[in-house]
């Protein structure tokens, strides 16, 4: 009778999914079966254009069962992991135990709130499309009561927005919650002064875009105050209540709007592991993305803390596929007997976009600003979505936006609180 | 000065949205104030695909502001209503009190569960789209229950789905809901058998589509049968729990899915107002729409029980319409110093579609079944999408759908539950 060896990935982002390809294309006798929260894979870079309405947020979702079709030795289960022993080899979910020969960390991050005080209770995260639906559907309710409003004291207050965080996230959300804003007043908010809109980017660092060149933070800082992002510098938030946040400075800043982009930090998955320090909850590895002590357990993406030169690798898409990929290749390595190779990061470079036609790119020694770095992140993420069913979807609705200037996917849904009994 | 007159409409759904515009034309005059508890109206006649993942939920919806956008004289506000008083002529909302000179009751209908044990707690109704999307998680949500399931009366059970009532909404759920699990099963379900899954629909009438000619009702049994639904004729469900329901044959279905699609009511906005006996709390109008007593009160669509030859006018979207621009131009009327007219509706036919390429439709004289009829309803349904911003991508989407047969919308995305305070 032939043996099973059988592999877990847990997490279906962009590190899970790599790693199921991999082992799908290297290792087709292995039984692999990936689970999930969701029954979706996300797009995460574009959540910010759902959380301002700009695109539909199943345009960015989908189903893990259609990536993996025509990946005969990989199945999917959707469930929630709550540890994983690492002697007895098996990972507990919601529906019971699972035995594996090796498994692959994949689970991500959330957002790190860093302790801030009332930070997690009255800011929106924006690591997820459920986060970013709430999000749309809260930015879109405030400007309906704004424009319901007499008063200018409380108008002003709906009206005004601060991000936290002057990372990539948060200068695109920076950008594209003053264009909606802006968009929406001009169309529909006859009643509105686009001059009562206020967003706040607060970064406590000296600059934007910190893990870029200085001067495309720069150029990002250009473009924002330019088109009346309140940007503060060397500030940090350090309350968030209901009524606003209060900022280092010693400011209050009236909102009902806090979307907090500040950082993130590792899901720990595994309670008994102890994080790398001041790695944001990641679990150090070895170049091989193995666990010490553990040649069975791999961990890639942003659960994984690995130095290459004088850093840790950052916490992004790119990584994230990349050590998944190498994850799923070292597995089919060990279950041919060789060696598992070392992970080597190769940087295709890094971008943000700033509004509908405004970006900043760094890649390699080529940094690019403007427009023609908005097209080079428009063919990027086109490329990206390949294998997306919905890439001809996301493409019309993006032309749709972005040229029409219509009201785009700009509704106020939330689904059905009706308990789901089994 | 100038003495506006206030016209206060309640409801954007058909009815509403037709009185506004037939407002902004014949009264330029007037102030209108349309108001609804959500910032979109929908095109329900597709909520049932919604509920079966085959559209995306943004694409039926279309934000009101965005329609009212060239009607220079017609506001919105999003909140909802909890009573009119009509002596002083004043609309209750959430934000307040708003004194009108016309108002036009348009508030539509919700699901009437006849008071059916355990209806309204375990099933899912179909009027709204949060409703449609919650039904879409948990119908996707069970197949992937029934995927992880080893036990076969516990899968046999999450691949039973019960449909309730055998009219037009009945009658194209059973048809989509089919389609949709054989379709996952095929694609992405190997493990699944899709003679497991049974759906169900219970009418206690003698036949389907009561409302239609008896030979579309007799098509509809034959296509839903030969697709394997299990249709059950003058069988009625008396108690809805958490385990299935019972039927008043005395049999018992297990099933976690029950869908309520055996009738409507409409909305109590008024608690002070006695509906009309049998009419599914609707009030009695005068032939101009108007409420007895109260000339400058209108009631349009489900609201409105008016007699038309023999019977009460059905509940449908084209009475709603025709009725509702009727309203509008009634109150033009009166403004004008002018004797408000009678209503005559005029029937431009019914359909309902029962699968991807067949439906059965009655137009005048004329009945159709099959692929022709299908094809009416997709023209007729394209043409009553237009002004909708999104009428090009709900036909992408269907083309998709239709003849790549692809994953469609099979996504379980809920909002995140963060309060929004303030």
Same mark, same amino acid.
């Given at each position: ?11 279906? $982002?962009? =590190? ?7 082992? =799908? ?75 594996? +020969? ?54 002003s207050r709906?009206?005004t927005v601060v991000i936290v ?22 169309? +529909? ?9 206020q967003v706040l980017?607060v ?27 309140d940007?503060r510098?060397?500030q940090?938030v350090k309350v968030v209540d209901?009524s606003g946040v209060s900022l280092?400075t010693g400011e209050s800043i009236e909102t009902p709007t806090v ?42 993406? +942003? ?33 041919? $007997? ?85």
């Open positions: 009778m032939e043996q099973h060896v059988n592999v877990v990935i847990i997490g279906g $982002g962009f =590190a899970g999914v790599q790693a199921a390809k991999a082992l =799908a294309r290297r290792a087709p006798a292995a039984r692999v079966l990936l689970l999930d929260r969701n029954n979706y894979h996300t797009f995460t870079p574009l959540l910010y254009q759902v959380a301002t309405a700009a695109i539909q947020p199943e345009d960015i979702a989908y189903p893990i069962r259609s990536i993996l079709r025509r990946m005969r030795n990989v199945a999917f289960r959707l469930t929630e992991v709550s540890d994983v022993d690492l002697e007895r080899r098996t990972v507990q979910t919601d529906d019971g135990s699972i035995s594996y +020969d090796y498994v692959i960390f994949a689970a991500g991050s959330t957002t790190n709130f860093f302790g801030t005080d009332g930070a997690q209770d009255h800011s929106f995260g924006l690591k997820d499309l459920s986060e970013a639906i709430a999000l749309r559907n809260h930015l879109l309710g405030t400007v309906e009561r704004a424009a319901a409003e007499a008063d200018v004291a409380k108008r709906l009206l965080g002057g990372g990539p996230t948060g200068v695109e959300m920076a950008g594209a919650v003053t264009e909606l804003v802006r968009l929406m007043i001009r169309h +529909d908010y006859p009643m509105l002064d686009p001059a009562e809109v980017l970064e406590a660092g000296p600059r934007l875009l910190g893990g870029f060149q200085p001067k495309l933070g720069d150029a990002a800082l250009r473009y924002l105050r330019r088109n009346g992002v940007v510098l060397g940090a209901e280092s979307v907090w982009a500040a950082g993130v930090e590792a899901r720990g998955l595994v309670p008994g592991l102890t994080p790398a320090p001041h790695a944001n909850n990641r679990l150090a590895v070895l170049p091989t993305l193995q666990l010490e002590g553990h040649p069975q357990v791999y961990v890639a993406g +942003d659960m994984a803390a690995l130095r290459q030169g004088n850093a840790l690798l950052p916490m992004l898409a790119p990584v994230g596929m990349q050590q998944g990929r190498c994850a799923g290749e070292n597995v089919a390595e060990q279950l041919a $007997g060789r060696a598992p190779k070392p992970f080597r990061y190769v940087d295709r470079g890094v971008m943000a976009t700033l509004g509908r036609s405004n970006a900043v790119a760094q890649i390699g020694p080529v940094t690019l600003s403007g427009f023609i770095a908005w097209l080079a992140w428009l063919g990027l993420h086109i490329v990206d979505l390949v294998g997306f069913r919905n890439r001809a979807l996301v493409l019309v609705n993006w032309i749709w936006d972005y040229f029409f200037l219509t009201s785009g996917a700009r509704v106020i849904i939330a689904a059905d609180k009706k308990s789901d009994s089994d």
